[in-house]
RNA sequence: GCGGGCGUAGCUCAGUCGGUUAGAGCGCCGGUUUGUGGUACCGGAAGUCGUGGGUUCAAAUCCCAUCGCCCGCCCCA
């Protein structure tokens, strides 16, 4: 059977990287397991497909883009029972309420994994993207402290990464909800889907839009000046206090925003009142983390607290959890140029020479003896001339190369960066 | 889902008021270099001009359709 794979066309959406920058990811994928684990955060593999109800119950306007899984052989027409998750945290909810009897809470967990959503593809945004998910589940309550504990980890996880710096903003939506409810406002959600084009649309707009949805100018003026409220400390009281609105919601929200504001990051997370968004799940805490260099290329972070995702009437399984949007990072780093991609196209430090046919077994000998004490080698494919082998060493970013003896001779190895060559025991090199 | 742009060699593109065998740079392969790369010079391979149809003596070029990719909106990692 004869068959090509695929066509030489990219599948909008879908991006597949070149072997260098695998590397690069690798690397950071690494750095997140690392991380994570020293919080004391346990990997779990969940399935990739839910059943819709489950992906959809969260999530009003979700459903269109969830991509649905179904035989090739169903029959045709009939709509799909099953999805593929469109975040890690949904699938989580679920597999912590089916588990809640054997699993101890307060609970941590990470997954590493892809994610899709069918939206239209553009630059950092796809259909296919790698996420790293980390929450916290409690039973019964979740202190608001892990928030800020949450948020700090955040913050460190993506300083560990070797990516330009990440600016946090985070903001609380019971704080919000308290202040429009006290301007008066009935459809809060409505309202914050206008304010949150702000950064887009400009006042004037905004406040135009809102005037349509019939909120009263003045009212919707304070909206803005809400929205443009930052601040790095507990001066976000005496600013919000000058609103004059007073009740259970804002001083619940203040008293938490506070509270991360304060869990000792020296300023480097920055309360932003416009922030709104995220899944529509949140209840609390919400934070979202962009590229400093380029804040309009979306969010590479986000997370919040949901304290009803999971759980029904009987148990209530309040989580906190932040999530990094990998393949964004790496699409947004690879296109601007803001990482180096891997001088190296192979995990192999050492390319050993075949010096002729005759000796291909002597080389793979040499091979092996090096792995054995882990150094990452592979054997050159073909007898060719020297120099046609240490190009293709130099070609896929290999910097040793390794003679084996000739004729009773020694072990050489040449460092083709400097162009150095020396006599080398394979039983004790090592590269660098 | 809505709006716009673009599909010519592996990559980036030139060529388009229709006219002989469709070009460049980079990359790739080979040679100068009788087995130790990177530079330089010389040579070579490589294209159903996205696809289908139409107009014409003649289409990469004009018309229609279709598919794909990219960008903006929406939404979000």
């Known amino acids: 059977m004869e068959r090509r794979m695929g066509s030489k066309a990219k599948m909008s959406g879908f991006p597949e990287w070149l072997p260098e920058q695998e590397l690069v990811q690798a690397r950071v994928l690494q750095i997140l397991r690392e991380q994570f684990g020293l919080h004391g955060f346990t990997p779990l593999h969940l399935r990739s497909v839910e059943p819709v109800e489950v992906l959809t119950s969260k999530g009003e306007d979700a459903d269109k883009e969830i991509y649905g899984v179904q035989r090739l052989a169903a029959e045709p027409g009939t709509a799909a029972k099953l999805g593929l998750h469109f975040d890690l945290t ?39 993207f790698i996420q790293a998910d980390i929450d916290i589940i409690g039973e019964g309550s979740l202190d608001p402290m892990y928030d800020a504990e949450m948020v700090w980890l955040l913050a460190h996880v993506m300083k560990a990464l070797p990516i330009p710096a990440v600016q946090l903003y985070v903001n609380n939506r019971k704080l919000l909800e308290g202040l429009y409810r006290g301007f008066g406002i009935e459809d809060i959600t409505t309202a914050l889907r206008i304010v949150d084009k702000l950064d887009k649309i ?15 100018t003045a009212t919707a003026q304070r909206c803005i000046e809400v929205a443009n409220i930052e601040a790095q400390d507990a001066s976000l009281r005496e600013t919000i206090g000058a609103f004059g609105v007073s009740n259970d ?40 983390g962009v590229l400093e260099s380029h804040p309009k290329a979306g969010s590479v972070c986000s997370g919040g607290r949901y304290d009803n995702l999971a759980g029904d009437g009987k148990v209530k399984l309040p989580g906190m959890g932040v999530s990094v949007g990998v393949t964004r990072i790496m699409a947004l780093c690879f296109h601007h140029g803001l990482l180096e991609a891997s001088p190296k196209k192979t995990t192999a430090d050492v390319l050993v020479i075949v010096h002729d046919d005759e000796s291909v077994s002597q080389s793979h000998a040499v091979a092996r003896q090096l792995r054995e004490r882990g150094v990452a080698c592979v054997v050159s494919h073909r007898a060719s001339a020297y120099g046609k082998q240490i190009q293709w060493a130099e070609k896929v970013g290999i ?34």
């Open 90 to 128: 949904v699938p989580m909810a679920r597999y912590v309420m089916q588990n809640r009897g054997s699993l101890v809470f307060p609970f941590r967990r990470y997954q590493i994994a892809p994610c899709w959503r069918g939206e239209r593809p553009q630059m950092g945004r796809y259909r296919e």
């Open 202 to 216: 400009g006042a004037d707009k905004t406040i135009e839009l809102m005037v349509e949805a019939g909120i009263a």
């Open 249 to 288: 919601l804002v001083e619940e929200g203040l008293r938490e925003l506070v509270a991360v504001l304060e869990y000792g990051h020296g300023g480097g997370v920055t309360a932003a009142l416009r922030i709104a968004r995220g899944l529509d799940y949140y209840t609390g805490t919400v934070v979202e």
């Open 399 to 432: 910097e040793y190369v390794w003679f084996p003896p000739r004729k009773g001779g020694e072990h050489e190895v040449k460092n083709i960066r400097s162009g150095e060559q020396a006599a080398a025991d394979p039983s004790a090199w090592t590269p660098r």
